[in-house]
Nanobody, 130 residues
Framework: EVQLVESGGGLVQAGGSLRLSCAAS????????IGWFRQAPGKEREGVSC????????YYADSVKGRFTISSDNAKNTVYLQMNSLKPEDTAVYYCAAVVTTAQAMDIMSNSPSAAMDYWGKGTLVTVSS
């Protein structure tokens, strides 16, 4: 059974940093990608970032480009989202999700990425105070 467990959320002041972790288990295949999504109250879920385990390609939404960095420790089956220069508008529940694919990260996230994901974590809350 595939499981994704997020951690690292919390309360931080604007301009601060947080590192989210997504621990994956139960995968019996090597070709998958991990995406980070977020959903703020009253807003639709947004694809934030993605990394492909197949080719290491990455994707960032324009809203986080230059501030967030996604990385993967394959030995630990863990994907990280380093979030710097946080803004109040980054406040949301952050979810990691996985999709079994060999596609590049940009292609995964370019068209209805939420619908493309096969597995979801339960989320971790990030609150950025002004």
């Amino acid at each position: 059974e595939v499981q994704l467990v997020e951690s690292g959320g919390g309360l931080v002041q604007a301009g601060g940093s947080l590192r989210l972790s997504c621990a994956a288990s139960g995968f019996t295949f090597d070709d998958y990608a991990i995406g980070w999504f977020r959903q703020a109250p009253g807003k639709e879920r947004e694809g934030v970032s993605c990394i492909s385990r197949s080719d290491g390609s990455t994707y960032y939404a324009d809203s986080v480009k230059g501030r967030f960095t996604i990385s993967s420790d394959n030995a630990k089956n863990t994907v990280y989202l380093q979030m710097n220069s946080l803004k109040p508008e980054d406040t949301a529940v952050y979810y990691c999700a996985a999709v079994v694919t060999t596609a590049q990260a940009m292609d995964i996230m370019s068209n209805s990425p939420s619908a493309a994901m096969d597995y979801w974590g339960k989320g971790t809350l990030v609150t950025v105070s002004s």
